[in-house]
């Protein structure tokens, strides 16, 4: 941590007396920050404005999370002085609320997040409903003290030292391609029966290849694909959903086994909480044998003390290595250009080893410009655990008091033209263009400087990233080696909900690459009817 960056701590109070304590400055209207960055309030009620939403969530506005966002920086742009990129909601008798778009800040208290006194905390509040679902002491909910052992205790595994030994890393990346080329090769072989251009959604079918990546090549689990993509890919769907939903509805906290079945919904969300529980099981079940990377994993903690993290590592890496290559390859359909660049590039490589990897070029620049544009994670958040000052490197400060709830909100901060836009980068803050990174060398700047926090940053950096960004890398080349894809819808909207999608699940007509390779085996259903290529057991 930078030297200046040393929290001041202030020992955190009771939370009634400090409800009570900020009470009369709440009614004054006075900010609770102090320093040179001032952000600006904003109000809770705007009426007549044409703002996207109320500044918060609620049972209405909670599916679009990235218009409440956007709330907070309505009309920001007008404003010239420095604060426009950092806004607060200050509602009497509630915690202050600080959402920042400014990636020094961003940055900043990125860094003093951690288990030291005084560093800020994740915040729990936005993954309460993550909580009751996969469990409270687990690397991703878990702060302080607990938070370290978890992550002393369930890291090793994923790290790049252990995923990128030589000697290991082949027959790992093997199992992970030999998955993706028989899924892929199904799809080829369907478009060369029929021998026209096959209109298809991939997020779906990621999301089944990323499930069995996980499960199947590095748990060592026994499941057939059919059951992946037909009954665990929707299980967990569904309990994705019920997170979103619980986390702004259920305030008194109820765990859903505790819920009685009274709507069809609940009924659901109770089945498919116990085929993660299922799942849970199967991937745990190899660790006695050492299968997969459980080899890699020495510690002698007991499968319970697992159970929570395994949960996180499903639903979580799930959902964020399926909106990285679903944001990839819907960016690649926008832009044939990239495609075509990629695919001369991705022609000479058959196995994606650590080397092979960092020599694409052009694949590394794709995916590192969708992460800056569409982050999958598009808000960090924080929590302050005593009165603190933040500085900058550019020694900007601001005092943040105890317990202040903070938005890092990556999402606006990346596709903002003060930060990423033509001056800089020599581009559009808001467009996919690879070729910023070059511009950005060529201009003396390194990915360094420019953090996209697409991975997070500090001490609380995604554990995940070496696998993850060896699944997205291999299912996004596989595709643009075998396939030329367009999208079908010209805008490529966002959703999110636990994380960002594309909101048309990447709509695309396919067309073989290479109109000379042939089917490899028959799809073609009994009925004439072209299966869905990548539903084998259906
Ligand atoms: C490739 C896609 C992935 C992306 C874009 C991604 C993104 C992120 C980000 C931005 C954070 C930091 C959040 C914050 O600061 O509040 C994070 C944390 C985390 N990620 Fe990932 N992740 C990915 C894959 C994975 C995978 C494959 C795993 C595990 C198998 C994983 C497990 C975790 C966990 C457990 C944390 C919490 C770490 C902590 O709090 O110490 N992620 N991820």
Request: glycine content about 6%; overall charge positive; hydrophobic content about 35%.
């Amino acid at each position: 941590m930078a030297a200046q960056n040393k929290p001041e701590v202030v020992k955190s109070s009771n939370p009634q007396l400090a409800r009570f304590r900020r009470l009369p400055r709440q009614l004054r209207r006075r900010s609770p920050f102090s320093g040179s960055i001032e952000p600006k309030r904003v109000p809770l009620i705007a009426l007549g404005s044409s703002r996207p939403t109320l500044p918060f969530p609620h049972p209405w506005n909670y599916g679009k999370p990235i218009e409440i966002l956007e709330t907070f920086f309505h009309n920001a742009d007008l404003d010239e002085s420095s604060s426009r990129h950092n806004r607060y909601l200050d509602v009497p008798g509630f915690t202050p609320v600080l959402v920042t778009r400014d990636p020094a800040l961003i940055r900043a208290i990125s860094m003093m997040t951690g288990d030291k006194p005084g560093m800020f905390d994740r915040d729990t509040l936005p993954s309460s409903g993550i909580a009751r679902a996969t469990g409270a002491d687990t690397l991703l909910y878990a702060n302080g003290a607990k938070w370290k052992r978890q992550k002393k205790l369930s890291t090793p595994p994923f790290a790049r030292t252990s995923l990128f030994v030589p000697e290991r890393f082949h027959e790992f990346e093997e199992t992970f391609r030999a998955t993706v080329r028989k899924r892929l090769g199904a799809v080829r072989d369907t478009v060369a029966i029929k021998g026209e251009p096959l209109r298809v959604e991939l997020e779906p079918e990621i999301k089944a290849i990323m499930l069995e990546m996980l499960v199947v090549n590095f748990f060592g689990a026994e499941v057939s694909y059919d059951e992946i993509r037909n009954r665990y890919v929707p299980a967990l769907d569904t309990v994705i959903n019920h997170i979103v939903r619980d986390t702004v509805v259920n305030k008194l906290g109820i765990p859903l086994y505790r819920v009685p079945s009274l709507t069809n919904g609940i009924a659901e969300a109770k089945e498919a909480q116990r085929d993660f529980e299922r799942l849970t099981d199967l991937v745990i079940a190899p660790r006695v044998t050492g299968k997969g990377q459980w080899g890699q994993f020495k510690s002698d903690a007991p499968d319970d003390l697992l159970r929570g993290n395994i949960r996180v590592f499903l639903a979580g890496a799930l959902e964020a290595t399926t909106s990285y290559a679903s944001w990839a390859l819907s960016h690649l359909a926008h832009s044939p250009e990239w495609q075509d660049r990629i695919a001369d590039e991705v022609a000479g490589i058959d196995s994606y080893s650590p080397e092979s990897l960092a020599s694409a070029e052009c694949l590394n620049l794709a995916l590192m410009e969708t992460l800056r544009l569409t982050p999958s994670l598009y808000f960090h958040p924080r929590r302050a655990t005593s009165e603190t000052l933040v500085t900058t490197h550019a020694e900007q400060t601001i005092k943040i008091p105890d317990r202040t709830h903070i938005l890092l909100d990556v999402w606006h901060a990346n596709r903002h033209e003060d930060h990423w836009g033509e001056e800089i980068t020599g581009h559009r803050a808001d467009r996919f263009e690879p070729d910023r990174w070059n511009e950005l060398e060529r201009r003396g700047r390194s990915a360094k400087d420019m953090l996209h926090f697409g991975f997070g940053h500090g001490p609380r950096f995604c554990p995940g990233k070496s696998l993850g960004q060896l699944e997205v890398a291999l299912v996004v080349g596989s595709c643009v080696k075998l396939f030329r894809f367009a999208a079908v819808n010209s805008h490529n909207q966002a959703r999110a909900g636990v994380s960002t999608k594309p909101a048309d699940g990447v709509r695309v007509d396919i067309h073989l690459r290479d109109r000379r390779d042939g089917p490899v085996s028959q799809t073609k259903s009994g009925s004439g009817r072209m299966k869905c290529p990548f539903n084998h057991g259906a």
